[in-house]
């Protein structure tokens, strides 16, 4: 009966973000009713019956429902199933942000290139090495916002939620795989990087149920910190 809840806090309505028992009932295979939340008596998880591309479409739109459904309902990280999918997305995410220095790095170095089989491999090195330096200093800036905008108490728990969130919520990156294949202008990075700011906001929202201006204010620090450190790494000699 009903959907496999998660441990811990459990699944939420997407509509008020109030904690409901369980989602569905399911009667047979196909054949499932979907549970009202108590609080604002409103399905409590429609987006269970949608198909995945409506919704990603209301994860672009910054839908708060969506965040919900995704974070709260079909993620957690009471499981070991999710904790997995934490971290094949934090590599995932740090992958992609080192492919980012390089495309930056090798614009700067004006597609100098070097043949030798060492120096690539010590590039590549680098590169991680640069984008792990970055993301752990956005990480830190993020944990300090948390903890003296927002005012959450230190619990290792919740803060890695928060991280969860903001890593899950930056999936606009995967499009820098498309860099792969085809040109894009730089400026395509920025706007990337605009949109992953937007998104880490609403997710930051819906996890700790602050006002959108706080969580505005600790994304933007901890993105700026990370911004800069990456600055000095490429104009380093």
């Not at 927002?150 to 860099?179: G, P, Q, W």
């Amino acid at each position: 009966m009903g959907d496999a809840q998660a441990e811990g806090e459990g699944p939420r309505c997407v509509g008020c973000g109030g904690r409901v028992k369980t989602l569905f009932v399911q009667y047979s295979p196909g054949n499932i009713r979907l549970m009202k939340c108590d609080n604002c008596k409103a399905v409590a998880d429609p987006y269970i019956e949608c198909e995945f591309m409506i919704i990603l479409i209301d994860l672009i739109l910054h839908k708060t429902r969506a965040y919900r459904h995704i974070l709260f309902n079909k993620l957690s990280m009471g499981s070991s199933v999710d904790k997995g999918i934490f971290y094949r997305s934090t590599l995932i995410h740090i992958a992609l942000d080192a492919f980012r220095i390089s495309f930056s790095k090798g614009n700067r170095a004006d597609g100098a290139s070097s043949t030798s089989i060492f120096s690539t491999i010590f590039n590549c090195f680098e590169v991680i090495g640069d984008a792990l330096l970055g993301n752990i200093i956005f990480a830190i800036i993020l944990f300090l916002g948390v903890r003296f905008i927002l005012k959450l108490s230190f619990d290792i728990t919740r803060y890695r939620e928060v991280l969860f969130a903001v890593i899950i919520s930056s999936y606009f990156k995967l499009f820098l795989f498309t860099m792969m294949v085809w040109e894009f202008p730089s400026s395509v990075i920025f706007i990337v990087e605009m949109f992953v700011l937007s998104s880490n906001v609403v997710a930051l929202r819906v996890v700790s149920q602050f006002p959108k201006a706080h969580c505005f204010g600790v994304c933007l620090m901890a993105h700026a910190a990370k911004y800069l450190t990456e600055r000095w790494i490429l104009w380093k000699p």
